[in-house]
Nanobody, 126 residues
Framework: QVRLEESGGGLVQPGGSLRLSCAAS????????MSWYRQAPGAQRELVAG???????DYADFVKGRFTISRDNAVNTAYLQMDSLKFEDTAVYYC????????????????????WGQGTQVTVSS
């Protein structure tokens, strides 16, 4: 079973930048869709960005043009580069790995992979 560990969170001023990392251990990293979600206090967890196994990316409208998701399969790590940070970006950021199964071909009734990291706090404050 894959395990995920986020790092790179912290305190930053508005307009600043942070780079989050999500290191995977176990599993077959290259087959996973990797995503970043965030959850602010009192709010639901929301999708920030995702990157497929083939490198295709998608972003929530509220981060387009400011955040960039990437992956390095050689080191089993996904990244989220966050620029032009705003107060409202303050949240716990979670990494997620998803795949139809743990393998390159999924037999019928396979168990999907849907694994979360423990989260990393990002605080944007002056």
């Amino acid at each position: 079973q894959v395990r995920l560990e986020e790092s790179g969170g912290g305190l930053v001023q508005p307009g600043g930048s942070l780079r989050l990392s999500c290191a995977a251990s176990g599993g077959i990293f290259e087959i996973y869709r990797m995503s970043w979600y965030r959850q602010a206090p009192g709010a639901q967890r929301e999708l920030v960005a995702g990157i497929t196994s083939g490198g295709g990316t998608d972003y929530a409208d509220f981060v387009k043009g400011r955040f960039t998701i990437s992956r390095d399969n050689a080191v089993n790590t996904a990244y989220l580069q966050m620029d032009s940070l705003k107060f409202e970006d303050t949240a716990v950021y979670y990494c997620n790995a998803h795949a139809p199964c743990e393998g390159y071909a999924c037999p019928p009734n396979s168990t999907p992979v849907n694994v979360w990291g423990q989260g990393t706090q990002v605080t944007v404050s002056s």
